[in-house]
Nanobody, 116 residues
Framework: QVQLVESGGGLVQPGGSLRLSCAAS????????MGWYRQVPGKPRELVAS???????NYADPVKGRFTISRDNAKNTVYLQMNSLKPEDTAVYYC??????????WGQGTQVTVSS
């Protein structure tokens, strides 16, 4: 079992920045990839960014050049630094951990609202 606790969401003006954090606990050794997804009402959850256990990163096209995913292995924490935020980035952001046996764990979600 893997437990994920997210923090860092909130309200920010367009062009602003936020940093999301996701602290993992439990069977950390079983995690192959961690990532951030987002979802707006009426739409499917979509991948924002991911980072593998080896440090390889992957970004969705809409966030490339603006968002950065990173990890602190000592703290078992993954971060999503979001810069130059746009209203269309408004969503509930979910942390995900995918294990080597292809089991997915999800955080509770954190709301990000970009509005003036």
């Amino acid at each position: 079992q893997v437990q994920l606790v997210e923090s860092g969401g909130g309200l920010v003006q367009p062009g602003g920045s936020l940093r999301l954090s996701c602290a993992a606990s439990g069977s950390i050794f079983s995690i192959a990839v961690m990532g951030w997804y987002r979802q707006v009402p009426g739409k499917p959850r979509e991948l924002v960014a991911s980072i593998s256990s080896g440090g390889s990163t992957n970004y969705a096209d809409p966030v490339k050049g603006r968002f950065t995913i990173s990890r602190d292995n000592a703290k078992n924490t993954v971060y999503l630094q979001m810069n130059s935020l746009k209203p269309e980035d408004t969503a509930v952001y979910y942390c995900n951990a995918a294990t080597w046996s292809r089991i997915n764990y999800w955080g509770q979600g954190t709301q990000v609202t970009v509005s003036s």
